[in-house]
């Protein structure tokens, strides 16, 4: 778990699915992320509400929002429209 990691230990890049709300997740992720690097956070399709709640947040961690992709999957693997990307810069 990222919250049981040490501070010194920093990485280029954190992926997070199914971890909470952005809000949480984004100031824990960009903590062990180097300058540079990005937090990818995987939510579903609405997200653009709890991304505006966040960006505080992202901002005083040391964060920017780069964008939120909406992948494209093809149909027969049923999750059409589910699942959002969100993709922070840690800077």
């Not at 920093?10 to 960009?30: Q, S, V, Y």
């Not at 964060?63 to 992709?69: A, C, P, Q, R, T």
Request: glycine content about 12%; cysteine-free; hydrophobic content about 45%.
């Amino acid at each position: 778990r990222a919250e049981n990691l040490s501070s010194s230990m920093m990485f280029d890049a954190a992926l997070g699915r199914a971890a909470g709300d952005l809000e949480k997740t984004a100031t824990i992720a960009l903590g062990l992320v180097d300058t540079g690097g990005l937090y990818l956070a995987i939510k579903g399709s609405s997200v653009e509400a709890e991304v505006s709640e966040a960006i505080e947040a992202i901002g005083a961690s040391g964060g920017k929002l780069v964008g939120i992709e909406k992948p494209v999957y093809p149909e027969d693997f049923g999750i059409k429209d589910r699942v959002s990307l969100v993709v922070i810069r840690k800077i």
